[in-house]
């Protein structure tokens, strides 16, 4: 929970210290050899490929599908009026709505149910240290509960192939999506295209990691924001000065600074990453410890997020720390990681919570249901055991 080793294992040494090899185990079944686990030369082509994909003028273009998942959000949860609803839920549905809108639109092909489903069979069962990666072993050696979710996941790669190949047939769409754009780019450096299994393995990548995670901030928010309704009632009273009664978009974001600061403040306190490990090739010394070549490095993000030494009352739900972002010690706060291998959907997963947060705030009051406080628990992610069930009221 040290900065100064912190950006030593994410930035100024990152490649003595690759993704750990547990990490690679849990997610090579679902997302093969993608930008998410590759390392050295197969990662670099990958990221120099994908990085124009999620370039600001491409990801506020994917706006509009963003925007309309929040009116339909916001109308499922008006029609829960009156009585709890789950959250988590909610997000879930709501996020990954937008992720296989911006991956694969037109939907040709594409089962989004069977992905669905496949990616939460996936998650639940499948996604857990097993004993037998924290011993090391290769990654044939089955593993009992990934053996359970094994025909979804392959059935969710035939869906993905296939989707892939109708689009090669069919041509962009006039708004190009995801898919489109990376059907086109190429590594400016070699000229190397992604093959069908690479952009699907990639594709699934965004996928998994792209709806998941802003599911559990937006979930996290509301409860946070449910909280403490002195904080809810401003950023509503922002949201609706800001929206009147439309949904919110790209161009409302930089007015919605309150909004941005309770996502800010969310990430911080319930990180859907809440830890990184990293396995060091190297000998090296962080913090005054000797690091010998194989040790497995945790950098335990939910930790360093409340650390007493480094954040005035961490524990305190306090969305006015990121009023002045550039104030915050920047390896203090690595809700996505930071260095080369930085989330490369950040930009993407911060337009969305916000457009979607302040859609739902602007219309509908939250507040806390007695007895079912959300337990935060951790799998692959910082999920809320139970879910996120908040009484939902017209604002």
Known sequence: ??????????????????????????????????LFVAEGAEWLWQRRTAAPVFSHRNVAALAPVMTAAAERSSDRIANA????????????TATFEVISDVTFSGGEGFDRAGVHRAIEDYISHAAKVSLLDLLGLPGWVPRPGRMLSGAAMREMKRIADAAIDERRKVGRRQVPDLL??????????????????????????????GHETTALTLSWALYLCAFDPAVQAAARAEAQQVLGSRAAGAADIAKLPLTRQIVDEALR??????????????ADELCGREIRPGDTVVLPIYALHRHHMLWDQPDRFDPSRFVDPKAINRFAYLPFGDGPRVCIGQNFALQEAVIILATLLARHRFSRVPGREPKPVMILTLRPEGGVWLQVDPA
């Open 1 to 34: 929970m040290d900065p100064e080793a912190l950006k030593r294992v994410l930035r100024d040494r990152v490649e003595d210290y690759p993704k750990s090899t547990v990490t690679k185990l849990i997610l090579e079944q679902a997302i093969g050899d993608s």
């Open 269 to 282: 306190m319930y990180p859907p990453a809440a830890f990184l490990s990293r396995t060091a090739q190297v």
């Open 180 to 209: 489109d754009l990376l059907l086109e780019g190429e590594d400016p450096k070699t000229g190397r295209k992604m093959t069908t299994s690479e952009l699907r393995d990639n594709l699934l990548t965004f996928i998994v990691a």
């Open 81 to 92: 009026a009156g009585r709890a609803a789950d959250m988590f839920a909610e997000m879930v």
